[in-house]
């Protein structure tokens, strides 16, 4: 069995958006109030709960660098909250979504296309760690399937 963990966005960023209100596009941070599914936060990796204060931003990822780059809006919550590493496990803001997408890469940052996945949130993770042991995997980056929203990198365990 392939071991793997989940990484949320950095704890400097989150403290960074929250401090300045906003994003990596120099555009403004998006006050939100969770008022029903669909608010994801990708520091903690946990879903906002009803009532709670969400911040919507556009986040430069750290990985992949190169041609498969990309910008992506996250949310995260506007209070502090604690930065999660999850390991053997997906995170509920991956479970819980219908339908995710799952990008993997190679140690240069190159996209592995026929690694890629499209099912849902609660149905990947056997999926997952069969790609994992791929040795060509260095990481795995999950996004909503649909608007293309970053959720979590995954990376190999030892």
């Known amino acids: ?4 963990r989940c990484l949320p966005m950095d704890t400097a960023s989150a403290r960074r958006f929250r ?3 906003v ?3 120099g555009g403004p941070a998006h006050p939100r109030i969770v008022d029903g599914p669909g608010f994801p936060c990708r520091h903690c990796l946990r879903l906002g709960e009803a009532g709670e204060e969400m911040l919507l931003v556009s986040w430069d990822l750290p ?3 190169g041609p ?3 910008p992506s809006p996250v949310f995260l919550h506007a209070q502090d909250c604690d930065r999660a590493v999850i390991e053997d496990a997906l995170p509920e803001t991956v479970t ?3 339908i995710v997408s ?3 890469y190679d140690a240069e940052g190159m996209c592995l296309y026929d690694l890629g996945m499209v099912g849902a949130g609660h149905a990947v993770e056997g999926p997952l760690r069969e790609r994992l042991a791929d040795p060509r995997v260095a990481y795995v980056n999950i996004h909503t399937a649909r608007p293309g929203c970053w959720l979590t990198r995954v990376e190999k365990l030892p």
């Open 68 to 70: 498969y780059w990309t």
């Open 19 to 21: 401090a300045t209100r």
């Open 96 to 98: 819980a979504n219908m």
């Open 1 to 4: 069995m392939t071991r793997f």
């Open 23 to 25: 994003d990596d596009r």
């Open 102 to 104: 799952l990008r993997h």
């Open 63 to 65: 990985l992949p660098q």
